[in-house]
T-cell receptor
């Protein structure tokens, strides 16, 4: 059973559009929600992250919206560029004891931004 | 400062063969993780380590073993490879006080 459900699987937008990727979770013990960006042949890299006591976080053109009551969070990319074409993963972290956190990842969204 | 490196980058194994994947980090991070990435599945945790000499099982540990003899190295072993272990394997590390994980470039493994 997947702990974090991500949609859509793929997304195509025109340059300048605002792609939105959604994630949902069930476990209310999750305490940190990062988004990772992955280019082909590379490892994931942290893009932006949020904690559940905050409803929105912006970093440059990337925004996370967080709805604690609905147990959902989403990534918005403002003024998207062809260079944003990548696979995006949401994740959720839970403390597993000894101050160690496990991370559960969504299934990924492949974004294609057309010029 | 290489960050996180993984060796090898690619490998093809026959069913039943064994191999070891090496992850090395020069960031002096305590925690290290091994994940596998499969299409439509995201990343799933295989094993992890909270420090030198310690390892623990993640979500999908069957068929894998790990060792962390030195703080900077985390080894993932496949004793008898199966086609179901065809995947891309990523190693990651992080500091205890910081949630951000740093990933290596991955190892693409094919088992025929």
């Amino acid at each position: 059973q997947q702990q974090v459900k991500q949609s859509p699987q793929s997304l195509i937008v025109q340059k300048g559009g605002i792609p939105i990727i959604n994630c949902a979770y069930e476990n209310t013990a999750f305490d940190y929600f990062p988004w990772y960006q992955q280019f082909p042949g590379k490892g994931p890299a942290l893009l932006i992250a949020i904690r559940p006591d905050v409803s929105e976080k912006k970093e440059g053109r990337f925004t996370i919206s967080f709805n604690k009551s609905a147990k959902q969070f989403s990534l918005h990319i403002m003024d998207s560029q062809p260079g944003d074409s990548a696979t995006y993963f949401c994740a959720a972290s839970i403390n597993s004891g000894y101050n160690f956190n496990k991370f559960y990842f969504g299934s990924g969204t492949k974004l294609n931004v057309k010029p | 400062n290489a960050g996180v490196t993984q060796t090898p980058k690619f490998r093809v194994l026959k069913t039943g063969q064994s191999m070891t994947l090496l992850c090395a980090q020069d960031m002096n991070h305590e925690y290290m993780y091994w994940y596998r990435q499969d299409p439509g599945m995201g990343l799933r945790l295989i094993h992890y380590s909270v420090g030198e000499g310690t390892t623990a099982k993640g979500e999908v540990p069957d068929g894998y073993n790990v060792s962390r003899l030195k703080k900077q190295n985390f080894l993932l072993g496949l004793e008898s490879a199966a086609p179901s272990q065809t995947s891309v394997y990523f190693c990651a590390c992080r500091r205890p006080s910081v949630y951000e994980q740093y990933f290596g470039p991955g190892t693409r493994l094919t088992v025929t």
